[in-house]
Protein backbone atom coordinates (compact mmCIF):
# COMPACT_ATOMS: atom_id res chain seq x y z
CA UNK A 1 0.00 0.00 0.00
CA UNK A 2 1.54 3.20 -1.06
CA UNK A 3 2.72 5.58 1.71
CA UNK A 4 0.58 9.14 2.06
CA UNK A 5 2.37 11.52 0.96
CA UNK A 6 2.70 14.62 4.42
CA UNK A 7 2.92 18.10 4.55
CA UNK A 8 4.01 20.14 7.66
CA UNK A 9 2.65 23.63 8.05
CA UNK A 10 3.72 26.44 10.62
CA UNK A 11 2.85 30.18 10.06
CA UNK A 12 4.23 30.92 13.49
CA UNK A 13 6.66 33.25 13.72
CA UNK A 14 7.93 31.42 16.97
CA UNK A 15 10.75 29.65 16.88
CA UNK A 16 9.67 26.86 18.87
CA UNK A 17 6.73 25.65 16.87
CA UNK A 18 9.26 25.94 13.83
CA UNK A 19 11.73 23.50 15.77
CA UNK A 20 8.86 21.06 16.11
CA UNK A 21 7.94 21.35 12.06
CA UNK A 22 11.72 21.00 10.98
CA UNK A 23 12.67 18.62 13.97
CA UNK A 24 10.04 16.23 12.91
CA UNK A 25 10.60 16.67 9.11
CA UNK A 26 14.55 15.97 9.58
CA UNK A 27 13.33 12.90 11.41
CA UNK A 28 11.69 11.76 8.60
CA UNK A 29 13.18 13.04 5.66
CA UNK A 30 14.43 11.38 3.27
CA UNK A 31 13.03 8.29 4.14
CA UNK A 32 9.33 9.18 3.54
CA UNK A 33 7.75 11.89 1.43
CA UNK A 34 7.28 14.61 3.51
CA UNK A 35 7.44 18.46 2.94
CA UNK A 36 7.12 21.19 4.48
CA UNK A 37 5.33 24.87 4.38
CA UNK A 38 6.66 28.05 7.20
CA UNK A 39 7.85 31.41 6.98
CA UNK A 40 10.24 33.25 5.29
CA UNK A 41 13.19 34.01 7.21
CA UNK A 42 12.41 31.62 10.33
CA UNK A 43 13.96 32.20 13.34
CA UNK A 44 15.22 28.16 14.24
CA UNK A 45 18.77 27.06 13.48
CA UNK A 46 17.46 24.00 12.20
CA UNK A 47 15.39 24.95 9.61
CA UNK A 48 16.12 22.70 6.37
CA UNK A 49 16.61 23.83 2.60
CA UNK A 50 15.92 20.70 0.08
CA UNK A 51 13.64 20.78 -2.59
CA UNK A 52 10.65 19.45 -0.13
CA UNK A 53 10.68 22.71 2.28
CA UNK A 54 9.06 25.81 0.92
CA UNK A 55 9.05 29.49 2.72
CA UNK A 56 6.40 31.85 1.99
CA UNK A 57 5.64 35.13 2.73
CA UNK A 58 2.43 35.01 5.42
CA UNK A 59 1.09 37.24 8.07
CA UNK A 60 3.10 37.71 11.05
CA UNK A 61 -0.06 37.27 13.16
CA UNK A 62 -2.38 34.61 13.63
CA UNK A 63 -5.11 36.66 13.81
CA UNK A 64 -6.81 38.84 11.13
CA UNK A 65 -4.19 41.64 10.08
CA UNK A 66 -2.45 42.46 7.52
CA UNK A 67 -1.98 40.49 4.77
CA UNK A 68 -4.44 38.25 6.42
CA UNK A 69 -6.35 38.15 2.36
CA UNK A 70 -3.38 37.38 0.16
CA UNK A 71 -4.95 35.17 -2.03
CA UNK A 72 -2.33 34.96 -4.23
CA UNK A 73 -0.08 33.32 -1.36
CA UNK A 74 -3.09 31.14 -0.33
CA UNK A 75 -3.48 29.88 -3.92
CA UNK A 76 0.89 29.42 -4.41
CA UNK A 77 0.57 26.94 -0.99
CA UNK A 78 -2.48 25.02 -2.34
CA UNK A 79 -0.52 25.22 -5.53
CA UNK A 80 2.45 23.41 -3.38
CA UNK A 81 0.20 20.84 -1.80
CA UNK A 82 -1.29 19.60 -4.99
CA UNK A 83 1.78 19.73 -7.10
CA UNK A 84 3.52 17.13 -4.75
CA UNK A 85 0.17 15.09 -4.27
CA UNK A 86 -0.05 16.00 -0.56
CA UNK A 87 -2.23 13.51 1.57
CA UNK A 88 -2.24 14.87 5.03
CA UNK A 89 -1.74 18.43 6.16
CA UNK A 90 -0.83 18.79 9.50
CA UNK A 91 -0.24 22.27 11.19
CA UNK A 92 1.26 22.82 14.14
CA UNK A 93 0.57 26.28 15.42
CA UNK A 94 -2.69 28.03 15.36
CA UNK A 95 -3.51 30.70 12.21
CA UNK A 96 -5.86 31.95 10.32
CA UNK A 97 -4.52 30.79 7.33
CA UNK A 98 -5.22 27.24 8.35
CA UNK A 99 -8.54 27.26 8.28
CA UNK A 100 -8.60 28.71 4.54
CA UNK A 101 -6.09 26.23 3.16
CA UNK A 102 -9.01 23.62 5.17
CA UNK A 103 -11.05 25.52 2.29
CA UNK A 104 -8.95 25.37 -0.42
CA UNK A 105 -7.99 21.50 -0.22
CA UNK A 106 -11.05 19.84 1.16
CA UNK A 107 -10.47 16.89 -0.19
CA UNK A 108 -7.12 16.45 1.75
CA UNK A 109 -7.14 14.80 5.33
CA UNK A 110 -6.12 17.15 7.95
CA UNK A 111 -4.34 17.15 11.19
CA UNK A 112 -4.28 20.12 13.94
CA UNK A 113 -2.39 20.56 17.04
CA UNK A 114 -3.95 22.09 20.19
CA UNK A 115 -1.48 23.61 22.60
CA UNK A 116 -4.32 25.42 24.94
CA UNK A 117 -7.38 24.08 25.73
CA UNK A 118 -8.17 26.94 26.96
CA UNK A 119 -6.36 29.98 25.94
CA UNK A 120 -4.26 32.16 28.04
CA UNK A 121 -6.42 35.06 29.43
CA UNK A 122 -9.66 33.36 27.95
CA UNK A 123 -8.61 34.61 24.46
CA UNK A 124 -11.63 34.03 22.85
CA UNK A 125 -10.31 34.14 19.34
CA UNK A 126 -8.34 31.39 19.91
CA UNK A 127 -11.35 29.66 21.32
CA UNK A 128 -12.76 29.87 18.14
CA UNK A 129 -9.73 29.19 16.13
CA UNK A 130 -9.36 25.97 18.05
CA UNK A 131 -13.47 25.25 17.81
CA UNK A 132 -13.38 25.32 14.30
CA UNK A 133 -10.17 23.82 13.19
CA UNK A 134 -10.59 20.74 15.23
CA UNK A 135 -13.87 20.43 13.16
CA UNK A 136 -12.90 20.60 10.21
CA UNK A 137 -9.56 18.24 10.72
CA UNK A 138 -9.71 14.87 10.66
CA UNK A 139 -7.39 14.77 13.47
CA UNK A 140 -6.19 16.41 16.39
CA UNK A 141 -2.87 16.27 18.38
CA UNK A 142 -2.82 17.38 22.12
CA UNK A 143 0.35 17.80 23.36
CA UNK A 144 -0.45 16.95 27.43
CA UNK A 145 -2.73 13.94 28.92
CA UNK A 146 -4.46 15.83 31.19
CA UNK A 147 -6.47 18.15 29.23
CA UNK A 148 -7.77 15.12 26.58
CA UNK A 149 -11.34 15.38 28.35
CA UNK A 150 -11.57 19.20 28.27
CA UNK A 151 -10.94 19.47 24.84
CA UNK A 152 -13.77 16.17 23.78
CA UNK A 153 -15.99 18.13 25.93
CA UNK A 154 -15.40 21.73 25.29
CA UNK A 155 -14.75 21.42 21.62
CA UNK A 156 -17.88 18.58 21.03
CA UNK A 157 -15.14 16.46 19.36
CA UNK A 158 -15.08 12.68 19.38
CA UNK A 159 -12.61 11.23 22.07
CA UNK A 160 -10.90 8.40 19.48
CA UNK A 161 -10.14 11.81 17.21
CA UNK A 162 -7.45 13.16 20.06
CA UNK A 163 -4.02 12.02 20.44
CA UNK A 164 -1.88 13.51 23.23
CA UNK A 165 2.15 13.89 21.99
CA UNK A 166 4.77 15.38 23.76
CA UNK A 167 5.99 18.97 22.78
CA UNK A 168 8.92 17.08 20.50
CA UNK A 169 11.79 19.00 19.71
CA UNK A 170 15.58 18.12 18.24
CA UNK A 171 17.65 16.98 20.71
CA UNK A 172 21.40 18.42 20.92
CA UNK A 173 24.23 17.22 22.59
CA UNK A 174 24.15 17.45 26.86
CA UNK A 175 25.83 20.53 27.95
CA UNK A 176 27.45 20.34 31.75
CA UNK A 177 26.27 22.89 34.11
CA UNK A 178 27.64 26.11 34.29
CA UNK A 179 28.20 26.25 37.91
CA UNK A 180 27.12 29.74 37.70
CA UNK A 181 24.10 29.55 40.06
CA UNK A 182 22.06 32.20 37.82
CA UNK A 183 18.36 30.95 37.76
CA UNK A 184 16.62 32.11 34.03
CA UNK A 185 13.19 32.92 33.98
CA UNK A 186 13.05 32.87 29.85
CA UNK A 187 9.70 33.74 27.61
CA UNK A 188 7.39 36.11 27.24
CA UNK A 189 6.83 38.64 30.40
CA UNK A 190 3.14 38.12 30.72
CA UNK A 191 0.82 37.94 34.23
CA UNK A 192 -0.60 34.64 33.39
CA UNK A 193 2.91 33.61 33.39
CA UNK A 194 2.99 34.37 36.92
CA UNK A 195 5.53 37.55 36.56
CA UNK A 196 3.60 38.98 39.84
CA UNK A 197 4.24 36.03 41.77
CA UNK A 198 8.06 36.32 40.85
CA UNK A 199 8.67 39.72 41.25
CA UNK A 200 7.79 38.93 45.17
CA UNK A 201 9.71 35.72 44.96
CA UNK A 202 12.92 37.80 43.95
CA UNK A 203 11.92 40.26 46.67
CA UNK A 204 12.40 37.32 49.11
CA UNK A 205 15.42 36.05 47.66
CA UNK A 206 17.93 39.19 47.32
CA UNK A 207 21.06 37.17 47.31
CA UNK A 208 20.29 34.72 44.02
CA UNK A 209 21.19 36.15 40.91
CA UNK A 210 18.39 36.28 38.58
CA UNK A 211 18.06 36.52 34.39
CA UNK A 212 15.16 37.42 32.89
CA UNK A 213 14.88 37.54 29.15
CA UNK A 214 11.48 38.32 27.42
CA UNK A 215 9.30 40.94 25.82
CA UNK A 216 7.10 42.04 28.27
CA UNK A 217 3.46 43.63 26.95
CA UNK A 218 1.83 46.64 28.13
CA UNK A 219 0.29 45.23 30.96
CA UNK A 220 3.22 43.74 32.43
CA UNK A 221 6.23 46.90 32.07
CA UNK A 222 5.79 48.29 35.26
CA UNK A 223 6.74 44.65 36.81
CA UNK A 224 9.51 44.46 34.96
CA UNK A 225 10.36 48.00 35.93
CA UNK A 226 9.89 47.28 39.29
CA UNK A 227 12.20 44.64 39.52
CA UNK A 228 15.00 46.06 37.20
CA UNK A 229 15.49 47.77 40.52
CA UNK A 230 16.96 45.09 42.17
CA UNK A 231 21.10 44.25 42.46
CA UNK A 232 20.17 40.55 41.24
CA UNK A 233 18.59 40.62 38.04
CA UNK A 234 19.85 41.73 34.60
CA UNK A 235 17.40 41.70 31.74
CA UNK A 236 16.98 41.17 28.39
CA UNK A 237 14.26 42.95 27.14
CA UNK A 238 13.20 41.49 23.71
CA UNK A 239 12.75 38.42 21.84
CA UNK A 240 16.03 37.02 21.30
CA UNK A 241 17.63 34.73 18.41
CA UNK A 242 17.08 30.92 18.25
CA UNK A 243 20.94 31.26 18.83
CA UNK A 244 20.94 34.11 21.92
CA UNK A 245 18.32 31.52 23.51
CA UNK A 246 20.75 28.63 23.62
CA UNK A 247 23.45 30.32 25.01
CA UNK A 248 21.29 31.55 27.57
CA UNK A 249 20.07 28.26 28.49
CA UNK A 250 23.83 27.22 28.74
CA UNK A 251 25.12 30.01 30.85
CA UNK A 252 22.18 29.48 33.91
CA UNK A 253 22.24 26.56 36.23
CA UNK A 254 18.56 26.24 37.34
CA UNK A 255 15.09 27.47 34.93
CA UNK A 256 12.24 29.36 37.16
CA UNK A 257 8.79 28.87 35.89
CA UNK A 258 6.46 30.55 38.34
CA UNK A 259 3.60 30.43 35.94
CA UNK A 260 -0.08 31.40 38.19
CA UNK A 261 -2.18 29.24 35.18
CA UNK A 262 -0.38 26.74 32.33
CA UNK A 263 -1.41 23.75 30.58
CA UNK A 264 2.29 22.67 29.56
CA UNK A 265 5.17 24.98 29.09
CA UNK A 266 7.40 24.86 26.03
CA UNK A 267 10.37 26.19 28.41
CA UNK A 268 10.07 23.48 30.27
CA UNK A 269 10.85 21.43 27.61
CA UNK A 270 14.24 23.32 25.96
CA UNK A 271 15.13 23.66 29.65
CA UNK A 272 15.91 19.73 28.81
CA UNK A 273 17.25 19.86 25.95
CA UNK A 274 20.03 21.75 27.65
CA UNK A 275 20.05 19.97 30.76
CA UNK A 276 18.55 22.26 33.00
CA UNK A 277 16.47 21.33 35.76
CA UNK A 278 13.35 23.36 36.75
CA UNK A 279 11.88 25.33 39.84
CA UNK A 280 7.75 25.23 38.85
CA UNK A 281 4.46 25.84 40.49
CA UNK A 282 2.46 22.73 40.07
CA UNK A 283 -0.21 24.46 37.75
CA UNK A 284 -1.89 22.52 34.62
CA UNK A 285 -0.11 19.61 33.19
CA UNK A 286 3.25 20.74 33.87
CA UNK A 287 3.57 17.98 36.25
CA UNK A 288 3.61 15.75 33.39
CA UNK A 289 7.11 18.09 32.66
CA UNK A 290 8.52 17.60 35.67
CA UNK A 291 9.84 14.72 38.31
CA UNK A 292 9.66 16.35 41.54
CA UNK A 293 12.80 15.90 42.84
CA UNK A 294 15.16 14.22 39.92
CA UNK A 295 14.70 16.60 37.36
CA UNK A 296 13.27 19.70 39.00
CA UNK A 297 11.15 20.72 41.38
CA UNK A 298 7.32 21.43 41.82
CA UNK A 299 5.99 24.28 44.50
CA UNK A 300 2.12 24.24 45.33
CA UNK A 301 0.60 26.90 43.51
CA UNK A 302 0.96 29.91 44.32
CA UNK A 303 3.36 29.46 47.13
CA UNK A 304 5.15 32.03 46.87
CA UNK A 305 7.31 31.22 50.41
CA UNK A 306 7.87 27.54 49.37
CA UNK A 307 9.46 28.79 46.10
CA UNK A 308 12.04 31.36 47.23
CA UNK A 309 13.18 28.69 49.77
CA UNK A 310 13.12 26.14 47.17
CA UNK A 311 15.38 28.45 45.23
CA UNK A 312 17.36 29.23 48.15
CA UNK A 313 18.02 25.73 48.94
CA UNK A 314 19.01 24.28 45.47
CA UNK A 315 21.41 27.34 45.11
CA UNK A 316 23.20 25.53 47.82
CA UNK A 317 23.01 22.52 45.72
CA UNK A 318 27.12 20.92 45.57
CA UNK A 319 28.71 20.30 42.00
CA UNK A 320 27.95 17.08 42.18
CA UNK A 321 24.01 17.05 43.41
CA UNK A 322 23.51 19.66 40.50
CA UNK A 323 25.41 17.70 37.69
CA UNK A 324 22.79 14.74 39.25
CA UNK A 325 19.78 17.05 38.46
CA UNK A 326 21.13 18.29 35.18
CA UNK A 327 21.62 14.43 33.73
CA UNK A 328 18.44 13.69 35.08
CA UNK A 329 17.11 16.52 33.22
CA UNK A 330 18.27 15.50 30.12
CA UNK A 331 17.76 12.36 29.97
CA UNK A 332 13.93 12.02 30.87
CA UNK A 333 13.65 14.98 27.97
CA UNK A 334 15.71 13.12 25.76
CA UNK A 335 13.22 9.81 25.97
CA UNK A 336 10.44 12.50 25.77
CA UNK A 337 10.75 15.27 23.79
CA UNK A 338 13.43 14.25 21.18
CA UNK A 339 11.63 14.22 17.52
CA UNK A 340 13.27 10.74 16.54
CA UNK A 341 11.50 9.03 19.24
CA UNK A 342 8.04 10.38 18.24
CA UNK A 343 8.89 9.91 14.66
CA UNK A 344 7.77 6.44 13.72
CA UNK A 345 4.23 7.35 16.01
CA UNK A 346 3.34 10.30 14.18
CA UNK A 347 3.89 9.17 10.63
CA UNK A 348 1.75 5.92 11.69
CA UNK A 349 -0.73 8.09 12.59
CA UNK A 350 -0.45 10.29 9.75
CA UNK A 351 -1.23 6.76 7.58
CA UNK A 352 -3.88 6.10 9.64
CA UNK A 353 -5.93 9.36 9.27
Known amino acids: MKEKNICLITFSNNADHQNTVYSMFNALYPEHEVYTIGIINPKTNIAPHTKNNYYVNCPDRPGIGKGTFNLKVLFEIKNIIDANNIDIIYFESQHIWNMFIMLLCPFKRTVVAVHDVIPHDGNKAMTLANYVTCHLSNGVILRNYMYKNTLSQKYKIKSEKITCFELWRDYPEKVEPSYSNQFLYFGRIRKYKGFELFAKIIEKTPHIKYRIVGEADEESKYLVDYVRNFENVSLV ?117
Not at 280 to 295: C, H, L, P, Y
Open 237 to 353: EYEVSDSQMIEEFKCADWVVLPYSNATQSGVITDACRYARPVISFNVGAIKEQIEDGKTGFLIKAGDIDGFANKVNEVNKFSRNKLREFSEHAYSFGYKKYAAKFFADKFFALMQRI
